[in-house]
């Protein structure tokens, strides 16, 4: 079921600012017909659009007065295609964590991996500038490049997520005769490889455990048993109870320690009591029908563990204080 809390990441629009932020800053240079001899240098213009309407706009001049010298080179990318990549899926139990007081953490669950598809498109007059732009671009792809992005605000969800060049076109564009070039497009296709995040959730911090040790095997420990309501008969506190056809040949017995209505509690010693078979009192003579097996088992050790100091944030050094109280053995 989808979450009813609306939440909002950012996740694409951080990866498409990530996969931008690599192309922003190419420069262009112009240099002297057959001579090394620098004449200009500009910054290539890098946007968001799409190739057909980013083409349509260069080629749109209802006025004839547009000069495209004036508007190329230029680069524009886009989103082509997300796709789930079960090839990297991690257990969906992992959670990242962050304290944000004494009391409280933030917690979201492991990223789901996608891929994004980007497609990057350059914009040349001639051939010369457009191949500048490309040997700009292949020597950092082999074929990844790799760039950290920290998907949610005040959690550790940094993540190194490599950007990978699958393949590179080349078309030129005409316009009027075969003979004249209108421009040069150079069509680069990218894969990233990100992730997503549900809502961050909030719950408290365990700032104390306890733990309790119990001796539970079938014979000698603390039992209780439920027995009929109606029998021979009052069990009296501290004699010995027994199941069998006498005391000596008995196959369970027991020191009877409380007894609350039809409900006894038996430190047994030796045998395995049984339901729906009589237990007898040694010194009383009571016999009543054992109906149900409560078992409490016998307590030997409480252990209570806290930070220490018990102000310690989970990212500061700290150590722990433990109390342990043992139980001596009643059996």
Known sequence: MLSGNSYYHRII???VIAFGTIFNDLTLIRYQKNSSTEIERFKVPLSYAGKETYITKLLGDPDLQKNIQVLLPRMSFEITGIQYDSNRKLSSFNQIFNTTSLTQLDRVRGGVPYNIEFELNIYARNVEDGTQIVEQILPYFAPDYT????????????????????????????????????YINWTLSFTMKTYFYGPVTSSKIIRTAIANTFYAPESSAIREFEIATSGNGTFKIGETVYQGINL????????????VNNIITVATTTGLFKE??????????????????????LQLVLQNVQPNPNTANASDDFGFSETITEFPDIT
Not at 147 to 169: F, G
Not at 172 to 179: F, L
Not at 276 to 288: C, D, I, R, W
Request: net charge positive; hydrophobic share 30%; aromatic share 6%.
């Open 13 to 15: 629009r951080k990866n």
């Open 147 to 182: 760039v950290s992005i920290n998907y949610i605000d005040n959690l550790e969800t940094k993540k190194d997520v490599p950007i990978i060049l699958n393949n590179v076109r080349y078309s030129n564009e005409y316009e009027g005769g075969a003979g004249t070039v209108r």
């Open 248 to 259: 000596p040949k008995a196959t369970a017995r027991g020191v009877l320690t409380e007894k």
């Open 276 to 297: 729906n078979e009589k237990v007898y009192g040694e010194s009383t003579g009571a016999a009543y029908e054992l109906t149900n097996i409560i078992d409490r088992p």
